[in-house]
């Protein structure tokens, strides 16, 4: 219904509330293809401690005279396929017209203390997963105070592994939305200084 009243030609950007897009260097106007999608900065825990293995596709943008719904923008494959392919021709989520905003923007996750993030898991769609990982707070605590990504990314899906990830990166904050530097004092607690 919010889209009621958008012109043909408005870009709709569809983005998680934890996905801020970087849109400052961005001239819409010039870009030719259908699809927009922010390669994204990876956080956890703290605002500033980057995933820097882990790129993230979360905001994605199309105008809207392209768009069919969120779920169809969210679901399309982070990849550009050749246009020659068959299979593209047919498919609702493999797309050959997309282009990439390469410094993208954020991608939050998980940013909380130990204990709401132990609240959060027990309590999120895949609590069962997180259940049967066998990690408790005392081990949450331990993998955050030493910077390190709470299960595997580099694994299938199906076969999270929890426990041991890549170790974070302190991100310099100059690289992070200008709204965080600007307000500083109130993010203090949540950055890695």
């Known amino acids: 219904d919010g889209l009621a009243g958008a012109e043909s030609n408005d870009l709709i950007i569809v983005s998680d509330l934890d996905e801020i897009p970087n849109l400052e260097k961005?001239?819409?106007?010039?870009?030719?293809?259908?699809?927009?999608?922010f390669?994204?900065?990876?956080?956890?825990?703290?605002?500033n401690l980057?995933?820097?293995l882990l790129p993230w596709y979360g905001s994605k943008a199309c105008k809207k005279k392209y768009f069919k719904s969120p779920q169809w923008l969210r679901s399309i494959k982070n990849k550009k396929y050749p246009a020659w392919r068959l299979d593209v021709m047919f498919s609702k989520v493999k797309?050959?017209?997309?282009?990439?905003?390469?410094?993208?923007?954020?991608?939050?996750?998980n940013v909380r203390n130990p204990e709401d993030l132990e609240k959060k898991l027990s309590n999120f769609l895949h609590h069962v997963d997180f259940e049967r990982?066998?990690?408790?707070?005392?081990?949450?605590?331990?993998?955050?105070?030493?910077?390190?990504?709470?299960?595997?990314?580099?694994?299938?899906?199906?076969n999270y592994?929890?426990?041991?990830?890549?170790?974070?990166?302190?991100?310099?904050l100059n690289k992070m939305p200008k709204y965080i530097g600007e307000n500083f004092e109130k993010y203090k607690p949540w950055l890695d200084l």
Not at 39 to 47: A, E, P, T
Not at 161 to 172: Q, S
């Open 95 to 109: 797309y050959s017209d997309i282009h990439f905003v390469m410094d993208g923007g954020w991608h939050f996750t």
């Open 50 to 52: 980057y995933h820097e």
């Open 39 to 47: 390669k994204q900065k990876m956080f956890y825990y703290k605002l």
């Open 133 to 158: 990982s066998g990690l408790k707070l005392n081990e949450l605590k331990r993998l955050m105070n030493e910077k390190k990504v709470m299960y595997d990314h580099s694994m299938d899906k199906k």
């Open 26 to 37: 961005i001239d819409f106007k010039s870009i030719k293809q259908k699809l927009i999608f």
């Open 161 to 172: 592994k929890w426990g041991e990830g890549v170790k974070l990166k302190t991100l310099d």
